[in-house]
Nanobody, 119 residues
């Protein structure tokens, strides 16, 4: 089994900051990609940022310059530093991993953490 657990959401005023963390554990050989997605009410889930195991990062245009994704040296934890938050950043944030298991590739999701930005 593979577990993906997020933490760090909450309520913040516009212009504030939050830091999300996600840790993966369990039965996998390595994790190729760790990333963050978000889903606002009535909208589709969208990519926020992701980071490969070689350090390549990718951000959505809406968060570039405000959010920073980073992975630890063990490459099983990913964090998302969110600065200059806006009300439109309000959403449930999900961590996603693309892991390599002996049985093949595996996509895993966390349960999500709520981020609410008040105006």
């Amino acid at each position: 089994q593979v577990q993906v657990v997020e933490s760090g959401g909450g309520l913040v005023q516009a212009g504030g900051s939050l830091r999300l963390s996600c840790t993966a554990s369990g039965d996998f050989v390595s994790i190729a990609v760790m990333g963050w997605y978000r889903q606002a009410p009535g909208k589709q889930r969208e990519l926020v940022a992701q980071c490969t195991n070689t350090g390549v990062t990718n951000y959505s245009d809406s968060v570039k310059g405000r959010f920073t994704i980073s992975r630890d040296n063990a490459k099983t934890t990913v964090e998302l530093q969110m600065n200059s938050l806006k009300p439109e950043d309000t959403a449930v944030y999900y961590c996603k991993i693309v892991a390599r298991r002996l049985s093949g590739s595996y996509n895993g999701w966390g349960r999500g953490t709520q981020v609410t930005v008040s105006s």
